[in-house]
Every structure is written in C-alpha cells, then in structure tokens.
C-alpha cells in the first residue's frame, strides 16, 4: 500500500465534475488508500502525494481552466509521480462506446496526459440540470439535460489505479 495520499484533483463548473471526483476518491479509500480531493485551484503543493488523480469538466469545447492551469504549475512534479487524467462532459452515452467520436475538448485531456507521462487518461460522460442558468448552459439544457455519468464505469476505473498504486509499492 502507498504511504503517502492520493490526490484527486478537479475543476469543476457545475459540481458534476467534482462529485465524479470525490466517487474516485471514495473507491481508493474502499481499497485501503488514503485519498484527498480537492479543487485544483486550491491546491498549493503536491509534497504530500504519492499520487495524482486529475480531472476536469469539458465545457464549450474546452477542458476546465482548473484542470488545465494545475496540470501546467505542476509539470515537473506530476512527472516524477503516478499520474491519471480524466475529463467529463459529453452530454450523451458517446463516453461509454468502446470507440467514442471525437468529443469536442477531449483532445486537450489526451495531450495532457501525454506531457505528463500519465498512467492512464479516460473520459466520462456529464451532467447537466435542466434548470441550468448562465449562457450557453441554459440553451444546452434545453436539448441535453441529464445525468450522463457512469458511476460502474468510474469506480472501475478508479479501482484499477488503487490495485495499481498497491502492486506498485508491495
């Protein structure tokens, strides 16, 4: 078992990200791992972790800011560290086909864990309410409302990295 936590970090702009998030956290902790999530634009040092869990809604095209902005200040050390990165957002089940199409901001997941040398990089599908405000998020309610998350698929996934983080280090 690691000794040092897991980080799951996130950026978030309507919560469906973070609670994906704080579900990853929840199944590391189940298989005996000690995991703090946070927001990544809380987070001011990564000296506490063995680990890192980064993920990030994709909104309008693009993947968050939070996400984005943390995975650039923490180059160096994300690098020296086992990394995995998710993104989440299709309004759809297009997340859950074995050979998605192309989901608008998924490309900058990809290429981020590429620079970061990640273990491992998926997307998820998203949520939105139908009551969401703001532009676009209200026009977009309008169509694709719903609850397009996975959770079988994110504890899997997130499983996978506790049993990985475990053999690692026995």
């Known amino acids: 078992m690691t000794r040092d936590p897991v980080l ?3 950026g978030s702009h309507r919560g469906g990200t973070a609670e994906i998030a704080q579900w990853i956290g929840e199944t590391l902790r189940s298989e005996h791992l000690e995991a703090d999530v ?4 809380d987070v001011r040092s990564l000296d506490d972790y063995g680990a890192v869990v980064l993920g990030g809604a994709l909104y309008a095209g693009r993947w968050h800011r939070h996400a984005r902005r943390f995975a650039r200040r923490f ?3 994300l690098r020296e560290r086992p990394v995995w990165v998710f993104g989440s957002g299709p309004l759809d089940d297009s997340a859950d086909r074995p050979d998605p199409p192309r989901i608008p901001g ?3 997941v ?6 970061l040398d990640a273990r491992g990089a998926t997307l998820f ?3 939105l309410a139908p009551d969401a405000r703001g532009f676009p998020a209200a026009a977009m309610a309008k169509n694709h409302a719903g609850d397009f998350r996975n959770r079988e698929r994110i504890d899997a996934w997130a499983t996978d990295i506790a049993h990985r ?5 026995l």
């Not at 990809?110 to 620079?115: D, L, V």
């Not at 983080?165 to 280090?169: A, G, S």
Request: glycine fraction near 12%; avoid cysteine; charge should be positive.
């Open 165 to 169: 983080l475990t053999r690692q280090t």
């Open 125 to 127: 599908g998203g949520r």
């Open 106 to 108: 998924s490309g900058a």
């Open 8 to 10: 799951v970090a996130y």
């Open 75 to 77: 180059l160096r050390q």
């Open 38 to 41: 946070r927001s990544a634009r």
């Open 110 to 115: 990809r290429k981020t864990a590429r620079r």
